[in-house]
């Protein structure tokens, strides 16, 4: 079966860098668009990134910028590379992967990885 498995998260301070990655199995990768979206405590589900087959990307406002989505589909792994973090970028990030087109909407996606912990301190 298909499954996601995100790693990376950590605790870091303001105006530093992470990376996490999502590592997938069970799937044919390089044509699956891969998502990023986070869940902060109290609120609901946003998206971050995405990165289709092609590499072609979009960002929210929030991280344009800041932010960078990537794939290598030799090691079926997509990464989200973060600079410049803020506090209110603390939350649970998860992957996504669908067939199509790149989206925005999670409900667009149909597997999910269990999600990292990002706490960005002030």
């Known amino acids: 079966q298909v499954q996601l498995v995100e790693s990376g998260g950590g605790v870091v301070q303001a105006g530093g860098s992470l990376r996490v990655s999502c590592v997938a199995s069970g799937l044919t990768f390089s044509v699956y668009t891969m998502g990023w979206f986070r869940q902060a405590p109290g609120k609901e589900r946003e998206f971050v990134a995405t990165?289709?087959?092609?590499?072609?990307?979009i960002y929210s406002n929030s991280v344009k910028g800041r932010f960078t989505a990537s794939r290598d589909n030799a090691k079926n792994t997509v990464y989200l590379q973060m600079n410049s973090l803020k506090p209110e970028d603390t939350a649970v990030y998860y992957c996504?992967?669908?067939?199509?087109?790149?989206?925005?909407?999670?409900?667009?996606?149909?597997?999910w990885g269990q999600g990292t912990q990002v706490t960005v301190s002030s």
């Open positions: 990165i289709t087959q092609s590499g072609f990307r």
């Open positions: 996504a992967g669908r067939l199509d087109g790149g989206s925005m909407k999670s409900k667009d996606y149909n597997n």
